[in-house]
């Protein structure tokens, strides 16, 4: 793996990054206290959408979307998305700035290599312009999906129509009142081989028989604008054009759709620990307890050192696995995309608390970033596959690997 990028990349890097600087950092507190005000509840803040639309201007757009995507893609591979989503993942909304936020980016990888052109046409298209936004309904309240040959939300054909009956939850950006295209994984034939059950379908947002249940919140937040609810699917019609690649493919699209999705949020969060060591070292270098700063204290510079390497050590896994990716495909790269996905939320989370327990009372409250992607990071810890489900997955490879 080549560590030293190209010229194209690390002028892309500066270019993120000063726009970042420039026009992200300066109205953090403002997107946060807007969104914090009842009033605006579901509403998108303003300035988010003049931000994106700097963003296009200045052609630091759709970045995350690979190179093999053709007329799609802006040209770039994993590896060298790898250091600009970690820009982005700074702010913990920050990617949507850039076009480059979850579910999103995940439904859109899928339309473009799967969908048909007319599916392309009438989703993807606007999706890419950022002029919409969608919604990925896999998870169920009733089966453990984690194991997504679980789900029990039926998918039947009726004529020209597919009939779509279940009850989904954490259907994140439900509520952003931009969202218009549903992506239903769903079970299309229980009698088929395990993994040839699941079909995955296109359902527009305001089908009669689509309801939203209730907003979930993640450690007593509902996320607006965007959200996580919970939905029920109750003789939701659409046509049959509306399948993804065919009848039984649902499994396939979603492994195909949760790889990429895995290291971009583990991309993100290696720039959100260390943005909280950043601030973890400015705050103990100003901060004077016992007759000294803070920085002066052993168990501190302990921290700090700590932490330090656990994100370096979190970088090169992240960038191992995408240049695996780029190079053999996502299947291949599937063991290092499972140990990144156990090792980056977690560390984030820990060097977050670190620098929270750093700040003392400042550290919890609503005076710096860290909560927010102290959070952040322990939801993804169950986010598109909980620890336990990748450490199974990773420790039977390494053992079949072992034994062959």
């Known amino acids: 793996m080549n560590f030293e990028y190209s010229e194209k990349v690390q002028q892309l890097i500066s270019r993120v990054d000063a726009f970042m600087q420039k026009h992200v950092f300066p109205v953090e507190e403002e997107y946060e206290e ?163 059950q699941q079909s995955t379908i296109i359902v527009p947002r305001h089908t009669p028989g689509v309801t939203v249940i209730r907003p979930l919140k993640v450690f007593n937040s509902v996320h607006s604008p965007s959200g996580h609810a919970e939905v029920l699917l109750e003789n939701v019609r659409v046509p049959v ?3 993804i690649l065919g009848e039984g493919r649902g499994f396939e699209i979603a492994q195909g759709r949760l790889g990429p999705g895995r290291i971009h949020h583990c991309m993100r969060l290696i720039g959100a620990a260390q943005r909280c060591l950043d601030l973890m070292c400015k705050r103990v270098n100003s901060r004077v307890a016992f007759g000294k700063k803070l920085s002066e204290q052993g168990s501190i510079r302990e921290d700090v050192a700590r932490s330090r390497c656990e994100i370096e050590q979190a970088r090169l896994l992240t960038l191992a696995a995408a240049d695996k990716m780029d190079r053999f495909g996502n299947k291949v790269a599937k063991d290092l995309i499972s140990m990144i996905k156990i090792v980056a939320p977690q560390m984030c989370q820990t060097v977050a608390d670190r620098a929270i327990q750093a700040h003392g009372g400042m550290g919890v409250s609503q005076d710096t970033p860290i909560t927010n992607l102290y959070t952040y990071a322990r939801f993804i810890r169950i986010a598109d596959g909980p620890d336990q489900v990748h450490m199974a997955q990773l420790g039977r490879s390494t053992i079949s690997a072992a034994n062959s």
């Not at 296009?56 to 250091?83: D, I, M, V």
């Not at 700035?97 to 290599?113: H, S």
């Not at 040959?149 to 009726?158: A, D, H, K, L």
């Open 34 to 196: 807007f969104i914090e005000a009842p009033e605006n509840l579901w509403v998108v803040p303003p300035i988010l959408e003049e931000l994106k639309q700097k963003a296009k201007a200045a052609g630091l757009w759709n970045l995350f979307l690979p190179h093999e995507y053709g007329k799609f893609s802006p040209g770039l591979t994993n590896l060298e998305y790898a250091p600009l989503a970690e820009l982005m993942g700074r702010i913990e909304w920050a990617a949507e700035v850039f076009n480059c936020n979850a579910p999103d980016t995940g439904n859109m990888e899928v339309l473009a290599k799967y969908g048909s052109e007319e599916q392309q046409e009438c989703w993807l298209k606007p999706l890419l312009e950022g002029s919409i936004r969608s919604a990925y309904l896999m998870t169920e309240p009733a089966v453990a999906s984690s194991d997504a040959t679980n789900v029990e939300c039926s998918i039947v054909r009726e004529g020209n129509e597919y009939v779509i009956n279940g009850r989904k939850w954490w259907g994140s950006g439900m509520y952003d009142p931009r969202t218009q295209v549903l992506l239903v994984m769903g079970k299309s034939d229980p009698t088929a081989a395990r993994h040839l």
């Open 241 to 243: 054009a509306n399948m």
